[in-house]
């Protein structure tokens, strides 16, 4: 699918019914990506063995070949979709109500295992329901009804979140949940606590190399997080209350870890430390 422009997004999808054919496509696709017999991240699978047979050895390889065909495939009309969701004309034309359809129903099958679709995929539908909220925050209450926010946030585990992508817009769906009223309690309430998960990626020895490579994630995580307090300044004090008690059991936690490790010696080149100067300069710019 080639990527379309801003430009050229009115004609697409109010003369070609763009957004109709690109949202039946992209249903297709993660139905067939649904029904290919893996669990979990299909890349983790170690590979067959020396003396496994032919027929083993081709079955892996196809299965690869297939999963990373229709990902790639997958993210690009999902970013053929957004390109056009943003822009204006097609939000003035009432191009963007897509709350019936098979885009909403796509989207909420891929929150069902973000790890089977694909944690790029999940981060640009993630991404996508952001934008969406952004142009009309009234649409909460109805993202939430119809079980999309519920779906994310309830999607949202350390598995979930180890990707470029997750790390970005994840932080920022919370931020425009909180636009309306409806989503502080979303978000106060969810059994996966995703503020709480935020704060702790950022000291967690398993995320280390992923933010040091990334350095600027930590900042994108911050901001957002402001946003949620930003955007809720008349309401109740359990959210300000609660992203600072994340903030302080987080800080609590990289401490005692911290004095579980050997003392530092110039002489000593290997890192006893699970990388704790990388997660203290995350921790630090968030």
């Not at 699978?45 to 083993?56: C, F, I, Q, T, W």
């Not at 009309?136 to 079980?147: A, F, L």
């Not at 359990?238 to 911290?258: F, G, N, P, Q, R």
């Amino acid at each position: 699918a080639a990527e379309v422009s801003g430009s050229t997004a009115l004609i697409l999808f109010r003369e070609f019914r763009g957004l109709s054919a690109f949202s039946s496509r992209l249903q297709e696709e993660v139905d067939l990506l649904m029904a290919l017999e893996f669990t979990g991240d299909v890349y983790e699978k170690e590979p067959p063995g020396a003396d496994a047979s032919e027929e083993d050895r081709t079955a892996y390889w196809s299965l690869l070949e297939e999963v990373t065909a229709r990902r790639r495939l997958c993210r690009q009309l999902l970013k053929n979709i957004q390109v056009a969701l943003q822009c204006s004309e097609v939000i003035q034309s009432g191009l963007a109500n897509v709350f019936q359809g098979p885009l909403m129903d796509v989207l909420k099958r891929a929150l069902e295992e973000p790890q089977k679709v694909g944690l790029c995929l999940f981060g640009t539908a993630v991404d996508i329901v952001s934008n969406l909220i952004q142009d009309d925050p009234s649409r909460v209450p109805q993202m939430i009804e119809s079980g999309v926010l519920p779906g994310i946030i309830a999607a949202l585990t350390r598995d979930t979140m180890r990707s470029v992508e997750c790390l970005s817009f994840v932080p920022g769906v919370l931020a425009s949940i909180t636009l309306h009223a409806a989503g502080e309690d979303v978000i106060l309430n969810a059994q996966s606590d995703p503020i709480r998960l935020l704060t702790e990626i950022l000291v967690d020895p398993s995320f280390a190399a992923l933010l040091h490579s990334q350095p600027e994630l930590a900042q994108i995580m911050s901001t957002h997080i402001d946003k949620v307090l930003r955007n809720r300044p008349a309401g109740s004090s359990k959210l300000t209350d609660h992203v600072v008690d994340c903030i302080i059991d987080s800080t609590k936690s990289v401490l005692a870890s911290a004095k579980q490790y050997p003392d530092w010696t110039p002489t000593d080149l290997e890192d006893r430390t699970e990388f704790l100067a990388d997660r203290l300069a995350a921790f630090g710019r968030f």
